[in-house]
């Protein structure tokens, strides 16, 4: 008996507070005019996307002191430009970061269920913890947690959203002009809670919404992250989007599940990817060489090639050899507020491994970065990207993929008008909206229906 298809998810990721943005290109917007977010969107939800997703960057990065001006920085609030979408569109998730570490419960959940009612059912929240004491600096508290307490207090966190969101039953409104009640329950609301990390007790003023509670993203490839995610998210974002390294994480997080009482279909695993589309193969190919260079520019490579050297480099020609001297694992590290620098944990094998790849290949530093950095995950014509995507989800390397273009905002519409179609004529993917919220579209069940399912069993 053949297994049937799972149909795919897909979702927009709003570039910026990155590297895979070319924001110097001839056809690049702005990334705080709110044009181009609602044009970003609109081109998502034509395209029936499952939602669109916004990053959070809490403080500008710096190298050396200096701001790094080579990404897009800066980002406006998440909750003000995703409450301004909602008002722009009709069917399309809303989804974005916001840091467990440096929020508040009650805050976090007032906002987004005032999302979810504003949006009508369709805000998810990827939750986050923060690593580093320079983003701390921007905070009351200043410093940060380590890993083991940042998970801890994130685990908590968003136990207490819950427990605020499920303090209305959502019955508790009658509004009835007759009698003049408007409350069944004048508690409704109330809620107490004491723990670790967090100790409030009051009146949540935001009625239940209409997802219950908002979608639950979770980003972390650590064992934590993982376990986490298992435990208590709907989706997580997965790092690997090759076909090996994707269906390990797949498989591995997908049978953490079943100890927490939870199906596969609970949690959907959707990796970021980019692309680059041509007419044929070929021309996608050389397109992408392309993209590739104008991402790394001279000064990108040099300020990456510091992230492994943590020292000026600045003396350096891009297009000349790598430096002869080791890289500085002594003190602080020179760039500041960029994940990247916790992937070279051994930065003296990084750099004898990358010397030894530059003389087999006659590589410049800016050749070697390009080369070892991300390439785009799917290059090729639009059939080629199609069937490729298709073939990844049915292999269970993912559920789907949240597709980050590398021109704003006007980088989606190509894969909208050019690949979904494809996807839709293979029946892998919708031609319409069938419901109205988030969970809807992920195919997650409403909470309370789990709630009642429990109850029952």
Request: proline content about 5%.
């Amino acid at each position: 008996m053949n297994k049937p298809l799972k149909q795919i998810h897909l979702a927009a990721h709003f570039p910026g507070v990155n590297n895979t943005t070319v924001w110097s290109a001839p056809k690049a917007g702005s990334h705080i005019e709110f044009s181009s977010f609602a044009h970003f969107a609109r081109t998502a939800e034509r395209a029936k996307f499952d939602f669109l997703f916004l990053a959070e960057g809490l403080r500008l990065r710096e190298q050396g002191g200096q701001i790094y001006d080579l990404d897009v920085v800066g980002r406006p609030d998440t909750f003000t430009v995703l409450a301004a979408l909602a008002a722009v569109t009709e069917h399309l998730g809303l989804t974005g970061t916001i840091n467990s570490t440096f929020n508040e419960p009650y805050e976090v959940a007032r906002q987004f269920a005032s999302l979810d009612h504003l949006s009508g059912g369709r805000s998810a929240w990827n939750v986050v913890t923060s690593w580093d004491a320079f983003t701390g600096e921007n905070f009351r508290r200043g410093g940060f947690l380590p890993q083991e307490d940042r998970y801890s207090r994130a685990k908590e966190f968003l136990a207490t959203a819950n427990e605020l969101f499920d303090s209305w039953r959502g019955d508790e409104i009658v509004g009835d002009r007759t009698t003049g009640v408007f409350l069944r329950d004048a508690k409704a609301g109330s809620f107490v809670h004491t723990g670790q990390h967090f100790d409030i007790h009051g009146q949540f003023n935001v009625p239940r919404s209409p997802q219950g509670r908002p979608v639950i993203f979770q980003a972390g490839d650590s064992e934590e992250g993982r376990e986490f995610a298992a435990s208590s998210a709907d989706a997580i974002f997965s790092r690997y989007a090759s076909l090996k390294e994707g269906q390990r994480f797949y498989t591995d997080v997908k049978n953490r599940l079943a100890k927490y009482g939870r199906s596969h279909r609970d949690l959907l695993i959707l990796p970021a990817a980019t692309f680059v589309l041509g007419d044929t193969d070929a021309d996608a190919e050389e397109l992408a060489k392309e993209v590739r260079r104008q991402q790394v520019s001279g000064a990108t490579a040099i300020k990456h090639l510091e992230f492994v050297w943590n020292r000026d480099l600045s003396a350096y020609d891009p297009e000349g050899p790598l430096p002869d001297i080791d890289p500085d694992v002594s003190g602080d590290h020179i760039s500041q507020g960029r994940a990247q620098v916790r992937m070279y944990r051994d930065p003296l094998a990084t750099a004898r491994e990358w010397r030894e790849l530059a003389a087999e290949n006659n590589w410049s530093i800016r050749d070697l970065v390009i080369n070892t950095g991300n390439r785009q995950t799917f290059v090729g014509s639009p059939a080629t990207v199609a069937r490729t995507i298709n073939d990844f989800v049915q292999a269970d390397v993912s559920d789907g993929f949240i597709l980050v273009p590398h021109i704003t905002p006007g980088g989606l519409d190509p894969f909208a008008d050019k690949v979904v179609p494809l996807l839709q004529e293979q029946g892998v993917f919708r031609t319409e909206y069938e419901g109205t919220t988030l969970r809807d579209h992920l195919g997650l069940a409403h909470p309370d229906d789990v709630r009642g399912e429990r109850v029952a069993s």
